[in-house]
């Protein structure tokens, strides 16, 4: 059990560590508050029921909350935090997230609102999850006008990157973590594939864990890990989603591609290389839905929570990501072409 790594997460007094290797859910037990009584599990069905890590002394409550983005809402929150209420979960209880991505956004948030906050963990059972979603404290819910449009920051007191969960981890499910993976690439501009995937996960790990230290708000650098993830969340809403966040990002992450192109940031060669990660090293899906309506997307596009005064992208550059505003519709227009004609 010693190839446990750990990664800090450097926020001052709500500084965290991540626990990444196989069985790391076992080291968070050491992380509890004394004064904590109950564990308020969050968890899913899908969710294989060994990697909810077991508490000595302490009263463990486990709570299923539903599969995929239409349970991601208020509705979900409320059910948990009228369980917890009747389970006698107190403020000075934890609530443990062990799941994916989905689980530890509904987790994170319910622990910051049910009794104006509560402490929470991690266990992070997607590849998605470990590199990306149970890190960072942004915690929150959909509505139907867009993903995590309600929500609140609100950083966990510690984090395991289970690898054990890898095991039983679907094709489809490892691809929406490359799909993340992949944008780390971009980000570090470092070639990550070289390291073998424990080193690869901590390093993703301490590439959001240094973002995040240096701008926990996102008002500026860590808009830089919305990487792909602006016509993402257009392509997972034009498909009722349907198509998986990782996978809409690494289509997202093409489309960035070709959209720097056409502003003349980046040249072809630059474009290619994106394709040479995301689709050459990570095998990922690289086309639109067949049905896409472009124009929809652009209007949703605009609604992005991402969108201050118009439209912002994150955009490569010779000098790497930077956050760019005000593009231009017929920008944007071409880009989907551009994207389209490489789709053959
Ligand atoms: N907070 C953030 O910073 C942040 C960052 C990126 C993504 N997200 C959010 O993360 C969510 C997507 O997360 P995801 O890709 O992990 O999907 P997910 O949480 O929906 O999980 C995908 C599926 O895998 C199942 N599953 C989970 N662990 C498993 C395991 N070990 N073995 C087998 N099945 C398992 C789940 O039950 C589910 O059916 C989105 O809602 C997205 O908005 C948040
Ligand atoms: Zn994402």
């Not at 289970?162 to 993976?181: H, I, K, N, P, V």
């Not at 192109?261 to 290389?273: D, F, N, S």
Request: with cysteine; hydrophobic share 40%.
């Amino acid at each position: 059990m010693s190839d446990i790594q750990t990664v800090q997460v450097n926020l001052e007094d709500r500084s965290y560590p991540v626990f990444i290797g196989r069985g790391a859910r076992h080291e968070l037990a050491a992380q509890i508050n004394p004064s904590v009584r109950r564990i308020a599990v969050v968890t899913q069905d899908g969710v294989p029921a060994q990697l909810i890590p077991e508490f000595a002394d302490l009263e463990t409550h486990t709570f299923v909350i539903g599969d995929g983005e239409i349970h991601k809402t208020l509705e979900t929150v409320q059910t948990l935090c009228r369980s917890f209420s009747e389970a006698g979960i107190t403020r000075s209880d934890l609530v443990l997230g062990v799941g994916g991505g989905l689980v530890t956004d509904v987790a994170g948030f319910t622990a910051a609102v049910y009794h104006r906050g509560l402490g929470v963990m991690h266990v992070a059972t997607t590849l998605l999850g470990m590199i990306d979603a149970a890190i960072g404290g942004k915690t929150g819910v959909n509505i139907p006008e867009g993903k995590n449009l309600i929500g609140a920051y609100w950083q966990p007191q510690a984090v395991a990157c289970d690898m054990d969960a890898l095991l039983s981890l679907g094709e489809r499910d490892l691809q929406c973590g490359y799909g993340e993976m992949a944008k780390y690439h971009f980000i570090s501009r470092q070639d990550l594939s070289l390291l073998p995937l424990g080193q690869r996960i901590a390093r993703c790990v301490q590439i959001k864990a240094d973002i995040v230290a240096s701008d926990e708000r996102e008002s500026g650098q860590r808009a830089l890990l919305n990487y792909g993830h602006t016509l993402a969340h257009a392509v997972e809403i034009a498909t009722n989603f349907t198509m998986p966040h990782g996978v809409a990002v690494s289509v997202g992450i093409l489309y960035a591609a070709h959209l720097a192109q056409v502003m003349g940031r980046i040249p072809e060669t630059r474009v290619q290389e994106h394709y040479d990660i995301v689709h050459g090293i990570y095998n990922l899906q690289t086309a639109l839905p067949a049905d896409f309506d472009s124009a929809a997307a652009i209007t949703s596009m605009r609604r992005d929570k991402k969108a201050l005064s118009s439209l912002t992208f994150v955009l490569d550059s010779k000098d790497g990501l930077q956050i760019v505003d005000g593009i231009l519709e017929q920008d944007l227009k071409q880009a989907f072409d551009a994207l389209r004609s490489r789709q053959g």
